[in-house]
Antibody, heavy 114, light 106 residues
Framework: QVQLVQSGAEVKKPGASVKVSCKAS????????IHWVRQAPGQGLEWMGI????????SYAQKFQDRITMTRDTSTSTVYMELSSLRSEDTAFYYC???????WGQGTLVTVSS | EIVMTQSPATLSLSPGERATLSCRAS??????LAWYQQKPGQAPRLLIS???NRATGIPARFSGSGSGTDFTLTISSLEPEDFAVYYC????????FGPGTKVDIK
């Protein structure tokens, strides 16, 4: 069965960076694009970007263009989302997802606090 | 960037009633529009893609319509498990979610 398993919760200080991983299994890793979506506590969904696991190409939401990087490791079927220059407003659950198949990771809580 | 808006922000209805949720795009998205349902503590669940195509396993009481800039999600008769937050999402130019409509129990 398809699974997306994310790394554990993180606590970061303002100005730091965080790197969240998403390990895929149960399907051919290079067959489906993977998205990252975040949700601040009590707030709505925010699309952050997409990566093509086959070639590694990416597209990011304008809001995050200058401080987000998505990468993948085909040897471990894992994608990564790194967000830099963290601020308190980045406190949120971060999800990886395959929209085409409607599979989602369990979410990773990133807390930014001094 | 395409901006999505949804109305109303909250819809208070009783089980068995019909729910009509609206979604508008700042520019045409053709039929590249999806609807998601989210319950507390859970990841979103895809209901509709292509503006009107129900996802696998979604009950027939959920229907989507519209094209261009104006879209509607209709729940014909609310079941207790349908009280949740609903998001529209455009897939025409990258991806954007709307702010959501909360359907709660009256």
């Amino acid at each position: 069965q398809v699974q997306l398993v994310q790394s554990g919760a993180e606590v970061k200080k303002p100005g730091a960076s965080v790197k969240v991983s998403c390990k895929a299994s149960g399907y051919t890793f290079t067959s489906y694009y993977i998205h990252w979506v975040r949700q601040a506590p009590g707030q709505g969904l925010e699309w952050m970007g997409i990566i093509n696991p086959s070639g590694g190409s990416t597209s990011y939401a304008q809001k995050f263009q200058d401080r987000i990087t998505m990468t993948r490791d085909t040897s471990t079927s894992t994608v990564y989302m790194e967000l830099s220059s963290l601020r308190s407003e980045d406190t949120a659950f971060y999800y990886c997802a395959i929209f085409r198949m409607d599979y989602w990771g369990q979410g990773t809580l990133v807390t930014v606090s001094s | 960037e395409i901006v999505m808006t949804q109305s109303p922000a909250t819809l208070s209805l009783s089980p068995g009633e019909r729910a009509t949720l609206s979604c508008r795009a700042s520019q045409s998205v053709d039929s590249y529009l999806a609807w998601y349902q989210q319950k507390p503590g859970q990841a979103p669940r895809l209901l509709i893609s292509g503006a009107s195509n129900r996802a696998t396993g979604i009950p027939a009481r959920f229907s989507g319509s519209g094209s261009g800039t104006d879209f509607t999600l209709t729940i014909s008769s609310l079941e207790p498990e349908d009280f949740a937050v609903y998001y529209c999402q455009q897939r025409y130019n990258l991806f954007t979610f709307g702010p959501g409509t909360k359907v709660d129990i009256k």
